[in-house]
T-cell receptor
């Protein structure tokens, strides 16, 4: 079945550093989503991307829908302690109008 | 405020018992979903429902059952047939248009953690 490869698995960075994570697939996706999950809570949507090449920002977060439609990345600039959590990418494959495929997540730890 | 409410937050079960996790939404969303999350893994789809009185199996439906008698409610029963039920369960909902247009962006509840003793 379709899979998303999300990397890195985890990151431990210093407060103030920029962060970059990405998701890749061998299949084409129509939609890319980025979620953040705080410990013991449900994921919360950060950014949604609907068109190849689209670059969208949400505060210190920037995400892009890859031009090949097979990848997406999320950047966090000037990280702060509350950025700690697990970041998931998710995509809707071209041949499915409903089924979200999730990456395995990137665990981010920020050292004050 | 609109949102999704899952209960209970924590649940303990003895082996051989069925348990039911509640999920209620007041977002007027058409579709509802149940996901399972294990440590270090992504979310895996258990069941989903596009409309009332209809639901479909996801990738890991064995050992689970659902019902959709009301638009607002989508309870999940973890049966004794589920061999490894200890996990974090997430309910979600979305609008449904059948098109990949962003209507299928999921809103999640806060989750229920099930532990089998």
């Amino acid at each position: 079945g379709q899979q998303l490869n999300q990397s890195p698995q985890s990151m431990f960075i210093q407060e103030g550093e920029d962060v970059s994570m990405n998701c890749t697939s061998s299949s084409i996706f129509n939609t890319w989503l980025w979620y953040k999950q705080d410990p013991g809570e449900g994921p919360v949507l950060l950014i949604a991307l609907y068109k190849a090449g689209e670059l969208t920002s949400n505060g210190r977060l920037t995400a892009q829908f890859g031009i090949t439609r097979k990848d997406s990345f999320l950047n966090i600039s000037a990280s702060i302690p509350s950025d700690v959590g697990i970041y998931f990418c998710a995509g809707i494959p071209w041949d499915s109008s409903y089924k979200l495929i999730f990456g395995s997540g990137t665990r981010l730890l920020v050292r004050p | 405020d609109g949102g999704i409410t899952q209960s209970p937050k924590y649940l303990f079960r003895k082996e051989g018992q069925n348990v039911t996790l509640s999920c209620e939404q007041n977002l007027n969303h058409d579709a509802m979903y149940w996901y399972r999350q294990d440590p270090g893994q992504g979310l895996r789809l258990i069941y989903y429902s596009q409309i009332v009185n209809d639901f479909q199996k996801g990738d890991i439906a064995e050992g689970y059952s659902v019902s959709r008698e009301k638009k607002e409610s989508f309870p999940l029963t973890v049966t004794s047939a589920q061999k490894n039920p200890t996990a974090f369960y997430l309910c979600a909902s979305s609008l449904w248009t059948g098109a990949a247009s962003g209507a299928n962006v999921l809103t999640f509840g806060a989750g229920s953690r099930l532990t089998v003793l």
